[in-house]
Structures are given as C-alpha cells and as structure tokens.
C-alpha cells in the first residue's frame, strides 16, 4: 500500500495519503475529489550506519569528524 502525495485544486490544502486498492482519496481539508497527484522522491534505505562523508580520510582533510571516504576536500 503506497502512500501518495497530492494537492487540493479546490483549495490548495497538499497531503499525504495513504492508498489501498482502487481506493480514490479525497481532500482532508474540504473533502472534494479533485485532487492532482504530485512527484514524490521514494525513500531509500542502505544497510550501512555509516554517515557518507565529505573528507579525503581519516585526518587527511583537517575536519575534526574526518571518516575518510576519499572525497577530495583533502587537496
């Protein structure tokens, strides 16, 4: 069951709703179906805990959080 994003034409109101089946979705705000559906970016899960890391490597930029991950700030 995915959950959408859209906007109101009648009165603006933006939401997100989540969709079962052929299920049509109606405005929370004033209850009408006139409803335009908006792009949406999916989530993306990674397995690492790991934050990604702007440094060059470990000490190498300067940084006092320096994990190293060879992105070039050490040049």
């Known amino acids: ?5 859209y906007a109101c034409r009648d009165c ?3 939401f997100e709703v ?4 052929e299920e049509k979705p109606v405005c929370p705000s004033c209850g ?3 409803l335009t559906k908006k ?7 990674t397995a690492s805990l790991q934050p990604s890391c702007p440094a060059g490597g ?4 300067g940084m006092s959080n ?3 991950q060879q992105c070039g700030l050490n040049q």
């Open 1 to 5: 069951m995915p959950i959408y994003e």
């Open 66 to 68: 320096c994990c190293g």
């Open 12 to 14: 603006g109101h933006e």
């Open 32 to 34: 009408r179906a006139k």
């Open 58 to 61: 470990p000490g190498t930029c």
């Open 39 to 45: 792009l949406s970016v999916p989530a993306a899960h």
């Open 18 to 21: 989540l969709v079962r089946g």
